[in-house]
């Protein structure tokens, strides 16, 4: 069985570095371009269009004034490892002997508004970018036109036995 889980708005970068075999992700190319476009903003763009505090929009202003790539594990952790929310907390990865993380990399992909479809180790940084976002981009109005079919054809790229179910827990 494939899951697709939400990425988690609450998120802990402050752990030291790990020594995994990280992977980037798939889909790093495009999260570029929104990179760049999430730049551009000021922190009341943020807060008007992600209807957020001022100071969390402080926050992920700084947040992707800070973001660069390449991605390595000085600059970004795993996301199974850094996202924080209910499921995570639940999913203990930090718990996750080196055979549980292989596991989970051929079995579980988060589906984020910045990055794409993301495998457990792939790489992140700190972000705010949920995908019911109206952020206008180079590719539409809004993170469904900009993602497109990219993420279903990311996942049908993937070396999936097409008879193992796909259970979306994704909201």
């Not at 030291?16 to 990179?35: E, F, H, K, R, Y």
């Not at 000085?74 to 002997?97: E, I, R, T, W």
Request: one cysteine or more; aromatic letters at 6%; glycine letters at 4%.
């Amino acid at each position: 069985m494939l899951t697709i889980l939400s990425p988690a708005k609450a998120m802990d970068f402050s752990a030291p570095p790990i020594s995994l075999a990280v992977t980037q992700p798939t889909l790093v190319d495009d999260a570029a371009l929104l990179m760049r476009t999430c730049k551009a903003l000021e922190a009341k763009d943020l807060e008007k269009l992600m209807k957020l505090s001022d100071s969390l929009a402080q926050l992920n202003h700084a947040r992707f004034q800070d973001m660069r790539l390449p991605l390595t594990p000085d600059n970004a952790k795993p996301c199974v490892l850094a996202f924080k929310g209910d499921v995570y907390k639940g999913l203990d990865a930090a718990s996750f002997k080196p055979e549980d993380l292989t596991w989970a990399q051929e079995r579980l992909r988060i589906l984020s508004g910045l990055y794409g479809l993301l495998r457990p180790l792939d790489l992140i940084q700190p972000y705010r970018l949920e995908m019911g976002t109206k952020l206008a981009n180079e590719r539409g109005a809004n993170l469904y036109e900009f993602w497109g079919d990219r993420l279903a054809n990311s996942l049908n790229n993937e070396d999936i036995d097409p008879e193992v179910p796909v259970l979306n827990l994704a909201s």
